[in-house]
């Protein structure tokens, strides 16, 4: 499932193609990809504006502007304030979902979802979901200080490269949780967009087993290991992401690469890049976790 740094990396891209642009149509050529909005998001989308695209860890949005209920109002387009969206196109790619822009007149994909068209005449926007696991959805936004977020994810935490992310908030939360460490970064009502492959690398770069109590951990640590999540994630966005196979693709539809620069995860028996140890691999949460065995040894009162 692609994590934040490969959902960023998608952000930026749509950011950069649909800002300003106004939706002249929405097909929904399979219902699970929209199984929240029901037979719902054509008459959702048409005639609204796409502000921006933002994101929260894992999830997507497109903030909507109705132009056509300003005027119902009376609000000039002119007007000093900047528009405010009501509602958002929220999107989560699950295990195999791609966004991409794509020319009107091209091919349809093999497993494309939805097909957004614009008044513009440009490129479209296309969701293709091989597995069916990732939707789109359109919901209220509710304001969080010191942003709005939609609805279905005001239970998401702050992720580590948003400037409302608190460290101090983080840590104490973090110790009072007496779990491993590593299913503590995966919750994202803790902290957001960290995945299995993240986690693994950073706990490798702070010297960490991922079976480490919470509750053991200095906040000197906890600092540590916040500052290897941030490094080995904002390294990742540098490379467009990490692709192990052709699901994960940018909006043109490229894919990343930052599996080259990987140190543990996906590793087993290789050496360890900072001691030469075979890097090992243990059953997790119905996963794998991988690291290395002298640089995080194993605690006594590991949490699994």
């Known amino acids: 499932m692609p994590e934040l740094p490969e ?69 000039s387009g002119d007007a000093a304030e900047p528009p405010v969206a009501a509602e958002a196109l929220l999107a989560h790619l699950g295990m195999s979902g791609q966004l991409l822009m794509v020319e009107p007149l091209a091919p349809l994909e093999k497993h494309l979802r939805v097909r957004l068209g614009f008044t513009d005449g440009g490129p479209d926007l296309r969701f293709v979901d091989q597995r069916t696991f990732g939707h789109l959805l359109v919901a209220p936004m509710v304001h969080m200080s010191p942003r709005s977020v939609p609805e279905p994810i005001t239970h998401i935490a702050a992720d580590p490269l948003e400037s409302a992310f608190d460290d101090a908030e983080f840590a104490n939360r973090l110790r009072r949780r007496h779990t491993g460490i590593k299913r503590a970064l995966l ?10 492959i993240y986690a693994d690398e950073a706990l ?32 990742a966005l540098g490379q467009g992401g990490t692709s192990f196979d052709s699901l994960y693709v940018n909006v043109n539809g490229e894919s990343g690469y930052f599996d080259r620069s990987l140190a543990v995860y996906g590793r087993r028996d290789e ?15 119905n996963r794998s ?8 040894p194993t605690p006594r009162n590991a949490r699994p």
């Open 7 to 75: 959902v960023e990396v998608v952000r930026r891209g749509l950011a950069s193609w649909v800002a300003g642009r106004t939706i002249a149509s929405a097909e929904v050529l399979h219902p699970r990809a929209v199984r929240r909005n029901a037979g719902e998001l054509p008459d959702q989308l048409k005639g609204r504006t796409i502000l921006s695209a933002e994101r929260r860890g894992k999830y997507l949005w497109l903030p909507l502007h109705d132009s056509a209920a300003d005027d119902a109002r009376g609000v």
């Open 204 to 235: 490798w770069r702070a010297r960490l087993h991922w079976a480490r109590p919470t509750e053991t951990l200095s906040r000197p640590a906890i600092a540590e290991l916040l500052s290897a999540v941030r490094e080995v994630m904002s390294e």
């Open 187 to 196: 919750d994202q009502s803790l902290i957001s967009g960290v995945g299995n």
């Open 289 to 296: 976790s991988y690291s290395c065995p002298k640089c995080q």
């Open 271 to 285: 050496p360890c890049p900072r001691c030469g140890t075979a890097v090992r691999r243990e059953a997790f949460m």
